[in-house]
């Protein structure tokens, strides 16, 4: 009889995780064969050591990480899966680099259902792929049922930064142009849609995706840009109060000129939020000499991931640090982080 | 969902304001109350204000249920959530009021009480079911919008026997806070700031009509207009009542005519009296005692009643000592007159329930509002 390993193959369909597949045992070595390296499938991966090791390119590199804890783990347009891939390609593209490796450490609850780890894998592995970036690491723990969410996953990346490119929060500058790349909330209102207690009908899909091949198409359109970030969680809001800040600057941007889907903008209604506090996983925000606006914004609308791409404002001398909204309606009003968790209102 | 932008249109704002800058006179004062947190957080987030002359002043009135809500009821929800087999349910807000010593229903949880957030009344009626072995109690608070669906629970409860639900009661009564502003010495209703008129409530006058206002235009002389939670529903209502001021005139206006009609949904009023009835008197943040202003359970539905279940004893615990949210609900001092205001109180770290709720004038101007306070010389355009 041959010396197979693995003589029964993983049951994708019924199976279970159990403590076995976290404790470093055949069980566990089996379960990164079978699901993790043949989803991920690429050379260094399958050298199978405990570390990959790739030349390092000149020039300026970056580095990120990200943990994933998403409930409900799949939801419309995505899963914690696609995010974990995109979320960290999209932390590494915003300092205009070219994302290349990505690490993905898993902890995972017992009694979680193989079939949906198998589909989570996937969606990580077509996510990665579509970025044209490779998972190169991992590692796996699991722990008792009742102490995790099913699945944490996190991701760490590390990506090349072209020459010439020097991008930052803190270089936003007084008369700048502020540019948003797509709708808002979508993300927000397609996960809250699902939640327990909260399930209202809606048609949103989250609008998870990797960025890097929009920035790479700023990046060749305005080297020169100087503010990229992507508004996931805390919103557009968060955002432009972190590069406020960080550059020392105050912000105005016009309500009228934000795009916001209506289904979107009526969910929040509904649920009495403010889209500009909603988290998206798809859009990022620029910062750039307002001569370069026209073309930034042309290089946006080009890619399909910022087709509705729109100048939003400006960057404004502001010692106290303010970011204004010009409401719809004509009035003045701050845009600020939210207090706390962003929860639906009750009267 | 187009309907939502015909109401936050800019074109059509900027000609409410420019009759309402046309039709003040130049030689007074509009002092106008809006009852409801609706409406502050609205006048906050659309920038309202800014649109408005400077003859218009805007006091933020008691209409937000959160901020009302004294003391001694936060800290007995808190003695009951300690009992022993009890499951709090309330609304998220509620879970962050501050009581004394730094207690809060938040902390109880922390501490190991089971305090849950639900969305409405008929969530903690389905964890009743689902937990038979819990005594699961309602946190219920609010004005006529929020009782309606509370009546149906108990109702819903008692149908189906289910014993272990109850409802800790908190309900009030939009007319007797008018009432109470009206009357209050120091209030703006008093000589010292006259009040000329009240933006009606949107939600609360679906349920009650506009009827119950009447009287404050019949016997007390003020104007009232009924409006939307819409930026342009309250920019309607204004000019409306700077016309009622100017021809001298005061009656019950309806602005919101797409939802309210004269006497109220007669079905939700049937369903409250069913259940409830006033109480002699309740305590009010910053009002005090106000007679016949809210409403307790009665006697056919004790069993559900936390009330008479749990030890409720009346407490009257002070509010913190510098903070204002008492004459800022009585709309005689502003949210940036609190020395606390965005220095040891802000939404992360409250210390009066305005600061709580989004609809609290405190933390609607901190959210909104603060940059006007920081620099007075800097004009919108
Ligand atoms: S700022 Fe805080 S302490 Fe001051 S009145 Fe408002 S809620 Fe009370």
Not at chain 1, 43 to 71: E, H, I
Request: overall charge negative; proline content about 6%; charged content about 20%.
């Amino acid at each position: 009889m041959p010396n197979r390993p693995f003589p029964r193959k993983l049951d994708l369909t019924g199976g279970r995780v159990d403590m076995a597949h976290g404790a470093g045992g055949r069980a566990m070595a089996q379960l990164v064969e079978e699901l993790f390296i043949a989803a991920f499938d690429n050379d260094l991966l399958r050298q199978g050591n405990d570390q990959a090791a790739f030349d390092v390119p000149a020039g300026r590199m970056v580095m990120s990480t990200d943990s994933f804890v998403v409930s409900p783990l799949f939801f419309p347009g995505g899963d914690i899966g696609s995010m974990a891939v995109h979320g960290t390609v999209n932390d590494v593209a915003m300092s205009g680099a070219r994302p290349l490796y990505l690490s993905a450490g898993f902890v995972l609850e017992e009694g979680f259902p193989l079939a949906d780890l198998a589909r989570i894998i996937d969606s990580m592995a077509a996510a990665a792929r579509g970025a044209g970036v490779a998972v190169v690491t991992g590692d796996t723990k699991v722990v008792e049922r009742g102490k995790g969410d099913g699945v944490y996953i996190n991701t760490a990346g590390v990506g090349l930064v072209p020459e010439g490119v020097d991008i930052s929060g803190a270089h936003a500058r007084p008369g700048d142009a502020i540019l948003l790349s797509g709708t808002l909330g979508d993300h927000g209102v397609a996960v809250m849609s699902r939640r327990e207690n909260l399930t209202f009908d809606t048609d949103i899909l989250s609008d998870s995706a990797a960025l890097n091949h929009l920035v790479a198409a700023m990046v060749a359109a305005v080297p020169g840009i100087r503010v990229l970030r992507d508004p996931t969680r805390g919103g557009l809001a968060a955002t432009l109060n972190e590069i406020a800040r960080q550059s020392g600057v105050g912000m105005v941007v016009r309500e009228a000129a934000i795009p916001v889907r209506p289904a979107v903008r009526g969910a929040c209604e509904l649920l009495g939020l403010d889209p500009v506090n909603v988290a998206n996983e798809g859009k990022l925000v620029a910062v750039c000499d307002p001569a370069d606006a026209d073309r930034l914004l042309a290089a946006m609308r080009a890619d399909p991931l910022g087709r509705d791409a729109a100048v939003i404002g400006e960057v404004r001398a502001d010692d106290l640090g303010f970011v204004q909204m010009e409401t719809a309606l004509g009035g003045l009003r701050i845009i600020d982080w939210l207090a706390g968790e962003q929860l639906p209102r009750i009267c | 969902m187009k309907y939502i932008e015909e109401f936050r249109d800019g074109d059509l704002a900027r000609n409410l304001a420019r009759s309402i800058h046309a039709e003040v006179r130049p030689d007074r004062r509009y002092n106008l109350m809006e009852f409801c947190g609706g409406h502050t957080h609205a006048i906050a987030r659309f920038g309202v204000e800014d649109l408005l002359p400077a003859a218009v002043t805007m006091i933020h009135g008691p209409g937000c249920p959160v901020c009302v809500l004294p003391v001694g009821r936060i800290e007995n929800a808190i003695a009951i959530a300690r009992e022993p087999g009890v499951t709090l349910c309330t609304y998220a807000d509620l879970m962050r009021v501050p009581a004394a010593g730094g207690r809060s229903l938040l902390r109880a949880r922390a501490d190991g009480a089971d305090v849950r957030m639900v969305y409405s009344t008929m969530d903690a009626l389905r964890i009743a079911r689902d937990e038979p072995d819990r005594r699961v109690v309602f946190f219920a608070i609010g004005f006529e919008t929020t009782t309606p669906p509370t009546a149906l629970a108990l109702l819903q409860a008692a149908a189906a026997g289910l014993d272990n639900f109850s409802v800790f009661c908190n309900h009030v009564l939009t007319p007797a806070a008018m009432q109470a502003i009206l009357d209050s010495p120091d209030a703006p209703g008093a000589a010292a700031v006259p009040l000329d008129g009240f933006v009606g409530p949107a939600h609360v006058s679906t349920v009650i009509g506009s009827r119950p206002y009447e009287v404050f235009a019949t016997d007390h002389g003020k104007p009232v207009v009924i409006a939307g939670f819409e930026p342009l529903d309250v920019l309607q209502a204004v000019l409306m009542l700077v016309r009622q001021v100017n021809d001298g005139r005061h009656q019950v206006e309806n602005e919101y005519t797409r939802a309210v009609t004269r006497d109220g949904n007669a079905k939700a009023q049937a369903l409250m009296a069913q259940v409830f009835e006033p109480r002699p008197t309740f305590e009010w943040r910053g009002l005090g005692l106000v007679p016949h202003s809210a409403l307790r359970i009665r006697d056919a539905y004790s069993r559900w009643d936390a009330e008479r279940l749990f030890d409720v004893p009346p407490l009257a615990v002070p509010d913190h000592k510098a903070c204002q949210c008492g004459p800022i609900l009585r709309g005689v001092k502003r949210p940036a007159d609190c020395k606390l205001f965005g220095t040891a109180c802000t939404p992360e770290t409250p210390l009066g329930s305005c600061m709580v709720s989004s609809e609290g004038a405190c933390a609607a101007h901190w959210t909104y509002g603060r940059f006007r306070d920081a620099a007075p010389a800097r004009e919108s355009a």
